[in-house]
């Protein structure tokens, strides 16, 4: 069973616009991380955020939010007033205590802003 | 600073022959890893390595070999490439491996094998 399940294969939209990446997960481990990885077209794998399964308050850094609800096994990444610069493939990832330095990979959403 | 580079960035290579991606990260970090990309199967991990001469298989790692001689390197060998190797390799390190630790990615590899 996957246990990272982000359903938007590719999303697109117009500049300035909000949007919303989904990311639903399973685990039984009542301690686990999410995270966000972007990755643009050059290629590389960016870091975005990490949250650990305690704090779910939610993060804003600019224009990038994310929603984490426990009650729904979700880690929802919101963009908003998107800029072509966002244009890229963004990867959802679990860790789970038990499993140790396991990461469970969605299989990723494409991003494509148009100007 | 590197931080974490691999090489070579793009390889192609025929059915049977041998190819060793390579990876190099600068921050002394302990632990290392392989991944693989794939359209719809997100990123699955090859290989780990805990330390130098400490390795374990991942998800998928029937036909890579890897090896770590030194605490910087971690070599992927794929010792008779086929068709269904052909994928973008990414190359990982934390800290020290921890659940809770981010994992930075290398640039990435992308290999093509005819």
């Known amino acids: 069973a996957q246990k990272v399940t982000q359903a938007q294969t590719e999303i697109s939209v117009v500049e300035k616009e909000d949007v919303t990446l989904d990311c639903v997960y399973e685990?039984?481990?009542?301690?686990?991380?999410l995270f966000w990885y972007k990755q643009p077209p050059s290629g590389e794998l960016v870091f975005l955020i990490r949250?650990?399964?305690?704090?779910?308050q939610n993060e804003i850094s600019g224009r990038y939010s994310w929603n984490f609800q426990k009650s729904t096994s979700s880690f929802n990444f919101t963009i908003t007033a998107s800029q072509v610069v966002d244009s890229a493939v963004y990867f959802c990832a679990l860790s789970e205590r038990k499993g140790g330095n396991q990461f469970y990979f969605g299989t990723g959403t494409s991003l494509t802003v148009i100007p | 600073d590197a931080g974490i580079t691999q090489s070579p960035r793009y390889k192609i290579t025929e059915t049977g022959r041998q190819v060793t991606l390579m990876c190099h990260q600068t921050?002394?970090?302990?632990?290392m890893f392989w991944y693989r990309q794939d359209l719809g199967h997100g990123l699955r991990l090859i290989y780990y390595s805990a330390a130098a001469d400490i390795t374990d298989k991942g998800e998928v790692p029937d036909g890579y070999v890897v090896s770590r001689s030194k605490t910087e390197n971690f070599p992927l060998t794929l010792e008779s490439a086929t068709r269904s190797q052909t994928s973008v390799y990414f190359c990982?390190?934390?800290?020290?491996?921890?659940?809770?630790?981010?994992?930075?990615f290398g640039p990435g590899t992308r290999l093509l094998v005819l």
């Open positions: 990982a390190s934390s800290e020290s491996g921890r659940f809770q630790e981010t994992q930075y």
């Open positions: 685990t039984r481990d009542t301690t686990y991380y």
């Open positions: 949250r650990n399964s305690f704090d779910e």
């Open positions: 921050w002394s970090h302990s632990y």
